[in-house]
């Protein structure tokens, strides 16, 4: 292989919903890989605020858009040996794909590394990337691809109602949404138009379950998946906009290998060199399932992915694109496995959307197809129901978990379920609270009713240390051997450390006891924390160290939030 000296990465682009966060790890990441490979960098990247245009990152950067126009004239001035297109979200992508038809790549001799741009356009035109994956047996949704409104209205007839539109080439989901009926859906197609030349009408599959998997091939042909995910949301709702689980927790093992085998038949047969992310419905009543999409390029669910497993997937990548092989690569963050060892978690990821919605006037705070979460926030646990918890209390809305939180005002409960918007998950809390069933939620919402019983579980907890007899009303009288002796009753024990394994704080579990009635709310929880202690209810060190070894990096963090 021809030595490379010099590559120009498309960067993560202007500040934007969808854009630029994720994109700015991934592309720091290659940019990192490349500099230990000794490779001169060249990054076009136009937001300031980015970790990659700080000093040292790369070596050169232009401040310029990332749109061919500007591209080419980086490209005439630095003569790269090739470029990178893959770390910047959809608008590298896009621009790396125009560059390659109007012939400027080939024109200054610029080879394009990792997965080739024709793979690149098998995956974002939606009529090529049906009969791509048509050639191997593989299913996709049932679907048109459409250039103008009135193919849009005849490919709907034919299809029948509810369909979906997707915009080509789109990032985010931008343009894309469900359809029941003609008027809905002549709205929807002039949306899609504004945003892609193409737009798919595709048969809806609203309520199946949504599964992703993290896919890596080098060269050589060599594949794994890095890991698998499941929206806590059923089909409908843009991943960007979902509760995310990894590993999945309801998928049966046969469910489980079917969909990764298939995954890696994909980017086989695609020809995909790096990593990319594949996403299916899954049909809940059976193992039937339709490909949604294929991203040939590292994703918001990428850079979870990295968090969530520990493996650098935007490093091995960026080192993949230069004709590395897998079994030559360590992980960088373990330094001790091979790039081609496949993490396996023993515990639970959560990711969790955040908006900025109450800023805007007149915005829709209802959820579907297209993304407007603003970023998220990513929780470790050893069960579902802690990681949740703690992302919960993370995302900025002033919430301590799935209970205990302020009141919300909800005029119409089945209404607030059957349609999502961003506080869908405190009103499956309330309506549990109230006496709604598992079933009757899973029949308005058709989120899984393993994850409701979950929630379910933290409500009992919940309303457990409610009905234990109340220590606000007799705390005052009581001196501290009477308070330790009420205290130590072997049930009062075990439930507050049920409660703290399934992810309560403190000041849950004092809100919960009445104390805050007593006192303010930081001293109540620290009151408890102080119960806690003294009654021995704290992590063992081995679990401390356990997870300090899995987490290095954030091993201050696990030891001030357990103890």
């Given at each position: 292989?021809?030595?490379?000296?010099?590559?120009?990465?498309?960067?993560?682009?202007?500040?934007?919903?969808?854009?630029?966060?994720?994109?700015?790890?991934?592309?720091?990441?290659?940019?990192?890989?490349?500099?230990?490979?000794?490779?001169?960098?060249?990054?076009?990247?136009?937001?300031?605020?980015?970790?990659?245009?700080?000093?040292?990152?790369?070596?050169?950067?232009?401040?310029?858009?990332?749109?061919?126009?500007?591209?080419?004239?980086?490209?005439?001035?630095?003569?790269?040996?090739?470029?990178?297109?893959?770390?910047?979200?959809?608008?590298?992508?896009?621009?790396?794909?125009?560059?390659?038809?109007?012939?400027?790549?080939?024109?200054?001799?610029?080879?394009?590394?990792?997965?080739?741009?024709?793979a690149i356009i098998d995956t974002e035109d939606r009529d090529l990337f049906v009969k791509r994956l048509d050639e191997i047996g593989v299913k996709t949704i049932k679907s048109e691809a459409c250039c103008t409104i009135e193919e849009v209205q005849k490919a709907a007839r034919e299809l029948g109602f509810p369909v979906i539109l997707r915009a080509a080439y789109a990032l985010g989901g931008l343009g894309s949404g469900f359809c029941d009926n003609e008027t809905e859906l002549l709205i929807q197609a002039e949306e899609a138009f504004s945003f892609s030349p193409q737009v798919l009408v595709e048969k809806?599959?609203?309520?199946?379950?949504?599964?992703?998997?993290?896919?890596?091939?080098?060269?050589?042909?060599?594949?794994?998946?890095?890991?698998?995910?499941?929206?806590?949301?059923?089909?409908?709702?843009?991943?960007?906009?979902?509760?995310?689980?990894?590993?999945?927790?309801?998928?049966?093992?046969?469910?489980?290998?079917?969909?990764?085998?298939?995954?890696?038949?994909?980017?086989?047969?695609?020809?995909?060199?790096?990593?990319?992310?594949?996403?299916?419905?899954?049909?809940?009543?059976?193992?039937?399932?339709r490909v949604i999409e294929v991203n040939a390029r590292l994703s918001r669910s990428s850079a979870l992915a990295s968090k969530a497993t520990g493996y650098p997937l935007a490093f091995v990548a960026a080192k993949l694109g230069l004709g590395y092989g897998l079994f030559e690569l360590k992980n960088s963050v373990t330094k001790t496995t091979s790039a081609f060892f496949e993490p396996a978690l023993d515990y639970v990821v959560v990711k969790i959307p955040r908006w900025d919605l109450t800023k805007f006037h007149g915005v829709k705070r209802q959820l579907g197809s297209s993304m407007k979460s603003v970023g998220e926030v990513m929780a470790i646990g050893r069960t579902f129901e802690e990681a949740l918890q703690k992302g919960l209390r993370m995302i900025g809305q002033g919430m301590h978990g799935f209970v205990e939180n302020h009141e919300i005002k909800i005029k119409d409960i089945a209404s607030a379920l059957h349609e999502p918007t961003d506080m869908r998950i405190f009103v499956v809390s309330k309506a549990l609270k109230i006496g709604y069933s598992v079933e009757q939620i899973h029949q308005l919402t058709m989120i899984d009713r393993w994850f409701l019983q979950k929630l379910k579980h933290i409500v009992s907890i919940d309303?457990?240390?409610?009905?234990?007899?109340?220590?606000?009303?007799?705390?005052?009288?009581?001196?501290?051997?009477?308070?330790?002796?009420?205290?130590?009753?072997?049930?009062?024990?075990?439930?507050?450390?049920?409660?703290?394994?399934?992810?309560?704080?403190?000041?849950?579990?004092?809100?919960?006891?009445?104390?805050?009635?007593?006192?303010?709310?930081?001293?109540?929880?620290?009151?408890?924390?102080?119960?806690?202690?003294?009654?021995?209810?704290?992590?063992?060190?081995?679990?401390?160290?356990?997870?300090?070894?899995?987490?290095?990096?954030?091993?201050?963090?696990?030891?001030?939030?357990?103890?």
């Amino acid at each position: 292989m021809e030595k490379i000296k010099k590559v120009l990465l498309l960067g993560s682009g202007a500040l934007k919903i969808g854009q630029a966060g994720e994109f700015d790890y991934s592309g720091s990441q290659a940019l990192k890989a490349l500099r230990e490979e000794g490779i001169e960098t060249v990054l076009i990247n136009p937001n300031i605020a980015t970790v990659q245009t700080s000093k040292g990152v790369a070596d050169k950067v232009y401040f310029q858009p990332v749109q061919p126009e500007f591209v080419e004239r980086v490209i005439e001035k630095e003569c790269p040996d090739g470029i990178l297109l893959s770390f910047g979200g959809q608008t590298a992508l896009n621009c790396g794909v125009e560059l390659y038809e109007r012939g400027v790549l080939e024109k200054y001799g610029v080879r394009v590394l990792g997965t080739p741009v024709q793979a690149i356009i098998d995956t974002e035109d939606r009529d090529l990337f049906v009969k791509r994956l048509d050639e191997i047996g593989v299913k996709t949704i049932k679907s048109e691809a459409c250039c103008t409104i009135e193919e849009v209205q005849k490919a709907a007839r034919e299809l029948g109602f509810p369909v979906i539109l997707r915009a080509a080439y789109a990032l985010g989901g931008l343009g894309s949404g469900f359809c029941d009926n003609e008027t809905e859906l002549l709205i929807q197609a002039e949306e899609a138009f504004s945003f892609s030349p193409q737009v798919l009408v595709e048969k809806s599959l609203k309520g199946w379950k949504e599964i992703e998997y993290e896919v890596v091939r080098d060269c050589y042909d060599n594949c794994i998946t890095v890991c698998n995910m499941e929206n806590f949301d059923p089909l409908g709702i843009h991943t960007g906009e979902s509760i995310v689980v990894a590993p999945s927790q309801t998928l049966s093992n046969s469910e489980y290998h079917k969909l990764r085998a298939l995954a890696i038949k994909i980017i086989r047969h695609i020809g995909i060199v790096g990593e990319c992310n594949v996403q299916y419905a899954l049909d809940p009543q059976s193992e039937d399932y339709r490909v949604i999409e294929v991203n040939a390029r590292l994703s918001r669910s990428s850079a979870l992915a990295s968090k969530a497993t520990g493996y650098p997937l935007a490093f091995v990548a960026a080192k993949l694109g230069l004709g590395y092989g897998l079994f030559e690569l360590k992980n960088s963050v373990t330094k001790t496995t091979s790039a081609f060892f496949e993490p396996a978690l023993d515990y639970v990821v959560v990711k969790i959307p955040r908006w900025d919605l109450t800023k805007f006037h007149g915005v829709k705070r209802q959820l579907g197809s297209s993304m407007k979460s603003v970023g998220e926030v990513m929780a470790i646990g050893r069960t579902f129901e802690e990681a949740l918890q703690k992302g919960l209390r993370m995302i900025g809305q002033g919430m301590h978990g799935f209970v205990e939180n302020h009141e919300i005002k909800i005029k119409d409960i089945a209404s607030a379920l059957h349609e999502p918007t961003d506080m869908r998950i405190f009103v499956v809390s309330k309506a549990l609270k109230i006496g709604y069933s598992v079933e009757q939620i899973h029949q308005l919402t058709m989120i899984d009713r393993w994850f409701l019983q979950k929630l379910k579980h933290i409500v009992s907890i919940d309303m457990r240390l409610k009905e234990f007899p109340q220590l606000s009303e007799f705390l005052g009288f009581m001196d501290n051997s009477e308070l330790l002796e009420y205290l130590e009753a072997p049930e009062f024990v075990e439930l507050l450390r049920e409660a703290k394994v399934y992810g309560f704080s403190d000041f849950q579990i004092a809100r919960a006891l009445g104390l805050e009635d007593l006192m303010s709310m930081e001293k109540a929880g620290l009151t408890v924390r102080g119960w806690r202690k003294e009654l021995g209810v704290v992590p063992t060190v081995n679990q401390i160290d356990t997870l300090a070894a899995e987490f290095p990096a954030q091993t201050n963090y696990l030891y001030l939030s357990y103890l």
